[in-house]
């Protein structure tokens, strides 16, 4: 991976992945893996962000958002999935 503090050389490109967990206390598990594409002043150029909930009876929900910066400079969504499985149907 390269440096991202590299003096605002904007034509180097980091990629940056922050991976977080809980467990509520009714046992349900939530995953946050966000990665994020970011150019060498810092500024973040794409993200692809999954969660994954799961809770005690089985039930799984899986949600991938894709954003890319627009004209603006406004990060937009340009595709979500959402996958939901039961877990009577695993």
């Known amino acids: ?10 034509d180097e490109i980091d990629i940056v992945e922050i991976v977080t967990e809980e467990v509520s206390d ?3 598990v939530v995953i ?3 990665v994020a594409v970011v150019d060498g002043e810092g500024n973040v150029l ?3 962000e999954t969660i994954i909930a799961a809770d005690a ?3 799984v929900v899986v949600d991938e958002t894709i954003a890319v910066v627009n004209a603006d400079g406004e990060l937009e969504v340009v595709e979500e999935d959402v996958l ?3 877990g009577d149907e695993a």
């Open 1 to 10: 991976m390269s440096d991202v503090s590299n003096e605002g050389n904007a």
């Open 26 to 28: 009714d046992g349900t």
């Open 32 to 34: 946050d893996d966000l």
């Open 46 to 48: 794409a993200t692809d």
């Open 57 to 59: 009876e089985g039930d």
């Open 84 to 86: 939901i499985v039961e």
